[in-house]
């Protein structure tokens, strides 16, 4: 096997010593830069010995700062042999497709999940082991190989990884041409197996989009040891059936949901009576409630912010977006229920601890006062209640401007508002793309009747 471990790294510094096409090499990465140094020697045990030897000074030149860069320090000068001399002219073996691989993998691993070079570049590299050569002047027959072994849509993308990877090669100087240049394009399907995305859209009748809703808020089919609950799920996918987007579009949305969330959850807490202190960032606090009081109750905060101190002292880089990510899931435990009393009671005692108070609660008298002006202002015909009360309308409308709950509630009801346009637009523009999918699903349907019928 090629690559038994993918994940596997070697120790920074270090060299390791390979086979390529029967011949020694040195692999070893030194300025973020992957170098390898070809000795020309056969795999035996004597020549083993002397590649160990290169490798060491490589190792020790490296720690000292002696570094050569141009690597001639490190080429064998003689020919080196215990048996008689060979006069047979010998040709230094050019690097292999394996070896560009192996050096695009590690290129590849500071910029990519988990996740995507374990399913993605293991799954490719498991193509590159079947592969009968690794040559390559021989990228012709790799590719049609590939053709005949591999899915086609999948061959279609592991020629454009290995185009990717010489890309990669050729701009490392490590080869002078690309052999798989605009390859991947000269892949296409058979006719009968092509499809438009209008032809390939099968959608859900109401009926089904409704038991599916239902079996998920109920969690049907989830385990109930589980500690993910499907319902956990269910207006998300309520979400998606209604407005009709793509789980890409909700996640290149995130933000914008996440401030239509926010906008809903501080009116809801104005309507309460609290007081709402706006962060800029579309997030805000409750007034009245101090820094340290919020700290006691922001535990998986302070989790992940450990984690994240934790990986940044282990490396000499910025955490990219995906290391982020893993804390957030690396710190996330099980959920157990916990009686509402036990609760309470661990949150009084965390608060006394820290000899902290919690604020007053708002008064339902004040709430009231509040709402009623909301409504004031809101309803239409206000002049009219002003005029059948007998009250002045100038009196009204000071009241109102003197209220700075409900100006707030207004500024926050804008913003609400423009955000829910926006995400109607979204829905409007993805059930459109519907409708005109349906619409020549049935033009082709009556075409093909007509056809038939002659």
């Known amino acids: 096997m090629l690559f038994p471990n993918l994940k596997s790294k070697a120790s920074k510094g270090s060299v390791q010593i390979k086979?390529?096409?029967?011949?020694?090499?040195?692999v070893f990465s030194y300025a973020g830069k992957r170098h390898y140094l070809s000795l020309g020697f056969s795999d035996t045990k004597t020549h083993r010995k002397l590649a160990e030897a290169k490798a060491r000074q490589l190792e020790l030149d490296m720690l000292s700062g002696h570094f050569?860069?141009?690597?001639?320090?490190y080429k064998p000068q003689v020919a080196l042999s215990v048996a008689a001399p060979d006069m047979t002219p010998k040709v230094t073996p050019s690097i292999s497709l394996a070896d560009l691989w192996e050096g695009f993998i590690e290129y590849k691993r500071p910029q990519c999940s988990e996740n995507t070079m374990y399913y993605v570049y293991q799954h490719f590299t498991t193509y590159m082991e079947k592969l009968p050569t690794h040559d390559l002047s021989k990228a012709g027959e790799i590719r049609d190989f590939s053709v005949q072994t591999f899915p086609l849509e999948s061959c279609k993308r592991f020629i454009v990884r290995l185009s990717a990877c010489c890309e990669w090669a050729k701009k490392s100087r490590l080869i002078e041409e690309n052999p798989f240049t605009g390859m991947a394009k000269e892949i296409k399907p058979p006719k009968a197996q092509r499809k438009t995305e209008e032809e390939d859209i099968n959608p859900f009748s109401i009926e089904e989009r409704d038991r599916v809703l239902l079996t998920i808020s109920e969690d049907t089919f989830c385990n109930r040891h589980s500690g993910f609950k499907h319902s956990f799920y269910a207006p998300y996918v309520e979400f998606m059936f209604m407005t009709g987007c793509r789980p890409s579009e909700a996640i290149a949305h995130q933000k914008l949901l996440g401030e239509i969330y926010q906008n809903e959850l501080a009116f809801q807490l104005?309507?309460?009576?609290?007081?709402?202190?706006?962060?800029?960032?579309?997030?805000?606090?409750?007034?009245g409630y101090s820094q340290a009081l919020i700290n006691v109750f922001s535990t998986r905060t302070q989790q992940i912010e450990k984690y994240l101190e934790k990986l940044q002292s282990n490396s000499d880089r910025p955490l990219s977006a995906s290391q982020k990510k893993q804390a957030t899931l690396a710190t996330r435990k099980t959920k157990?229920?916990?009686?509402?009393?036990?609760?309470?009671?661990?949150?009084?005692?965390?608060?006394a601890h820290q000899n902290l108070r919690l604020p007053h609660l708002p008064e339902p008298a004040a709430i009231q006062r509040e709402l009623a002006t909301i409504r004031l202002i809101r309803d239409v015909r206000v002049a009219r209640v002003a005029l059948k009360a007998e009250t002045d309308l100038k009196e009204v409308i000071k009241l109102v401007a003197q209220s700075p709950i409900l100006r707030q509630t207004e500024q926050a009801r804008g913003r609400d508002a423009a955000l829910r346009k926006r995400v109607a637009a979204i829905g409007e523009a993805?059930?459109?793309?519907?409708?005109?999918a349906q619409q020549k699903q049935e033009q082709q349907r009556q075409r093909q009747k007509g056809v038939e019928m002659d």
């Not at 309507?271 to 706006?278: D, S």
């Not at 157990?336 to 608060?351: D, Y």
């Open 270 to 287: 104005r309507q309460q009576g609290y007081e709402i202190e706006h962060c800029g960032t579309g997030q805000f606090e409750l007034k």
């Open 19 to 26: 086979t390529s096409n029967g011949r020694l090499q040195l």
């Open 336 to 351: 157990k229920v916990v009686p509402r009393e036990v609760l309470m009671s661990a949150w009084e005692g965390a608060i």
């Open 68 to 73: 050569d860069p141009t690597l001639e320090r």
């Open 430 to 436: 993805r059930r459109q793309n519907f409708v005109e």
